[in-house]
């Protein structure tokens, strides 16, 4: 599968494999989800014998372990594995009913992928070339239609779908794509390729940092928001860094913009519009943000999986343009639903009048829908908040305040180290949503006491930074008007 994204990757996988990319805590949070999401898929087919070898990474053990308890007759088996030709494949889950055999593999999504399908494809070649005629292959996924009501239902949670028929019309190809990837493990030169939009589907690959070293800073690849084939034809043109891209080109207007800001070397300020968005601001002002985290495997009543579950908020508060800055903060319990305590406790510190600042208003707005649903009693004051938001990004996105140094993306992360560069998220143990959805969900099985309290020390400095990040951002707004 690795050799099918690209075959340089392959040879350095066999080959060089201390030149991969450490895993990020991002990465490693969705492997385990992966792992977590298998484990639990288990138990729509229980009392299975698990094949996992002693020592994990020995193959060789786990093909033997797997026949041994086909002879045996087990008719469950979990992680079972198989070897043809030198292709090893290790299945979630094989089961034997009515003397016929059926392949599952498990996937913690919600929807199939053409990826998902030439997997299974490659797995029903090597299941069926070592002996076991497999009668059907499906992929378990999550339904992503699933309400949880009272204890989790596995049959509604998970959706079996076959894809014996893709996986038959499939078995030419994997046949020729095996022996393409032989041929690369085979051959002693590395492949000569170079950096191209393999790089990045269907995932990142994990050799970045060894095959874009040669990439410098400035690059046309830090251009956000444009199809990675226009970047290539810029990058494969000659035009490396942005600075290098000709005036006239085809390129869309906003990127001209950044283009033309990185020449300049300059922010472009439109006064007019900066002071029409401001007049639209009334004061009391609050600066809100929220956290979120997504669990695949609904843990409360009435909520889906992946439904964001809102558990921390940070609140700025400005009574007038004069007055001193306030700060408002909740963070959930990890042990129990945290909603109706965080909707309780926002309604209550954003009670009084005055425009609600967020950035980027689509997390937060969906939140609060999201709540208006599961506590209904709550809608008209929800509804009363949504309407008070205004977004702190229209400025940014309407290009009326713009610095090259936030990448033509209008993210936070990009806007604050262009405008307010002293304030910092670099010094942060959690300095991304990302990772403080991964630092909450794991305090769940925090066991000491310390530790824990030391995640939700930071997690608060993180949306706290947000919040006052976004204040420091108005105030530069206002400043310019
Ligand atoms: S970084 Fe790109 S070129 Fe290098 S191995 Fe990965 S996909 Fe291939």
Known sequence: MRGLQCSKSLYLYKFFIQKRDAVSSEQQAI???????GVLAQKLFPNGVDATPAKRSNNIEAVEKTRKLIESGVEVIYEAAFQFNQVLAILDILVKKDNEWYAYEVKSSTKISPTYILDASLQYWVITNSGIPLTDISLVIINNQYVRNG?????????????????????????????RSMAVVNTPAEPDIKIGEQCFSPYNCDFMGNCWKGVPSNS??????????ELFTLYNNGYKTIDQIP???????????????????KALVDKVSISGFLQKLKYPLFFMDFETFMPAVPLFEKTKPYQHIPFQYSLHYKKDQHSKLEHFEFLADEHSDPRKAFLESLLKDTESE???????ILM?????????????????????????????????????????????SF?????????VPELSYSNLKIGSGSVAMIAFENLKKESD????????????EYCKLDTFAMVKIFEVLEGVS
Not at 151 to 166: A, Q, R, T
Not at 247 to 264: G, R, T, Y
Not at 450 to 460: D, G, H, I, S
């Open 31 to 37: 492997f385990n989800r992966g792992n977590n999401v």
């Open 151 to 179: 204890d989790v239902d596995l049959k509604g949670l998970f959706s079996i779908k076959s894809v014996l028929k893709e996986a038959l019309s499939n078995q030419d190809l994997v046949q020729d794509n095996i022996n």
């Open 220 to 229: 046309v690849f830090e251009i956000t928001g444009i199809k990675k084939t």
């Open 247 to 265: 005036a006239v080109n085809e390129l869309d207007k906003n990127v001209n913009i950044h283009i033309q800001a990185i020449k300049d070397k």
């Open 354 to 360: 005055g425009t609600i600042l967020v950035y980027d």
């Open 364 to 408: 937060e707005r969906n939140v609060l829908n999201g709540l208006k649903k599961d506590f209904p009693e709550f809608a008209s004051e929800i509804d009363s908040r949504i309407s008070r938001i205004v977004d702190l990004v229209q400025p940014f996105q309407e290009r009326a305040y713009y610095h090259p140094d936030m990448k033509n």
């Open 411 to 419: 993210s936070i992360k990009n806007v604050l180290p262009a405008l």
């Open 449 to 460: 006491m310390f530790r824990a309290l030391e995640t939700r020390e930071q997690l608060l």
